[in-house]
Each structure stands twice: as C-alpha cells, then as structure tokens.
C-alpha cells in the first residue's frame, strides 16, 4: 500500500511540463497585450485578411516587451471575407502573394531587431493547404524563396507536413478552443459546433492532449494527436478569459509556458 507521503514526495519529483500556447494576433480584436502576458508565441497577420506595416510593427513591439515569439500569419489575399473563405487563385499567384506578406513582416522584425521564430498559415489558407498539394507546394516556395528558415506551425499528417518535411523545421499544432472532426480536421465555422467557448471545455481538450496524447471528436470519438503548441484564437472576444482559466489550472499540474 503506498503511503499519503509517498503519493506527496512522487508528485513532488514530477518535472514541470513545458507547452507553448501560441496566439493569432494583430488582428484588430483589441486585447492583443493581455494575451501577450498569458501566450509564449503569436502569429502577426502581415496583410493578407487583415494588417499593414503599422499593425505588424505594434504587434512586434508588443511581443518584445513581453518576451513572446514572433511568427508570420499570412493568408489568402482577402481581407473581405477575413481569409476565412476559399479563395480562387493561382498557384503562381498564391506563392508570389505568401511572398510578399512574409517579406513585409520579416522587414518589420529586422527593423525591431526582434527574431522571426516561424510561420503559420491563418484561416482557410492554414485548412486548404492540409489537404492540397498545389496550395502546399506554394505555400513551401514561398517560404524558401526567402531566404529564411523559420519553423513552420502545421498539422501533423497534413499535406503540408509531408511538402515540407526535410525543407523546413516543423512544429506540430493542436487548437484549444476549436472542435476536431474524426479525420482531425477543423469542424467548419460555418457548423454551430466550431467553437469551444467554456473555459473548461477548452482546458479540457488542452489537458487531454498533453496529458494523454488525444482528442475528442465532435462525435464523441477519441483520437491521437501530436503537437507541441497550442493555438486560441486571438479574435475570440472571450480568448483571455480562458487563458486566464487554463492558466490556473496549470499552476496545480505543474504545467507551464515554455
């Protein structure tokens, strides 16, 4: 039988788990330097569905003050629909517009001398490129063609995993307050179900995926998933009060921010 005591002294040798929770920031939502204290890495959109030199240089500004990573967020070319809509465009096109969005970002943080730590695909941009090779194999030129090697935030076991394997440095991502599909795609914003929006729902899924590896689907099914950043929204209007939720919870699980 194991004693109270070793039960304390056992918990007391457990190491502190690192995470990163990553944020998508820039974006106009108006809480960007409360989430700055509460993430370890943002994505600053550069000016694809939302963002000009302005709105990155703050971004960047912000993130420095607070000591927090720095990424690219490009999208597709459409700030009317907030990149949240497929967009018909060419592969050409595409590579040339991924392009530029970085190009403008990685000037402002070499501006700030604040390193440019990775990249990450916002919207439906971030969702098509898990699925389509041309829009993968765009997304990867793009990237290359400047020069810089940033690490990717992806999907492990998506398109773009595969296209960029032994290109790039990857990191795998998970979503805390987005619902999986059993294929572990995103359900579809335009489903009621896309959104966790209970601050214990979203530490849920967080914990479960740290914890024990899996996910619970939106049918309830349970799956592996791999990854070693975390994303929340930036633009949810409740995205703070959840870090601050998952936060607590983490202090009593030895769990903390990288």
Known sequence: ???LESNIETQKLKPVTKIDINSDLGEGAGHDEQLMR????CSIACGGHFGDKDTMRIAVRLAKKHGVKVGAHPSF????????????????KLTETIFNQLCAFFSICELEEYPIHHVKLHGALYNYAAKDAPTADAVVEAIIATKIRPKLYLQQGSILHRKAENLLPLVFEAFIDRNYNDDLSLVSRSNPNALI???????RQLYGIIEKGLVTTVDGEEKPITASTFC???????SVVILKYIHRQMEGRKISLE
């Open 232 to 238: 929340i929204h930036g633009d949810r209007e409740n």
């Open 197 to 203: 929006s209970r601050p214990m729902d979203a530490w």
């Open 38 to 41: 509460l993430i370890s890495s």
């Open 77 to 92: 070319p459409d700030k009317d629909n907030f990149g949240r809509k497929l967009f018909t465009i060419t592969k050409e």
């Open 1 to 3: 039988m194991i004693s």
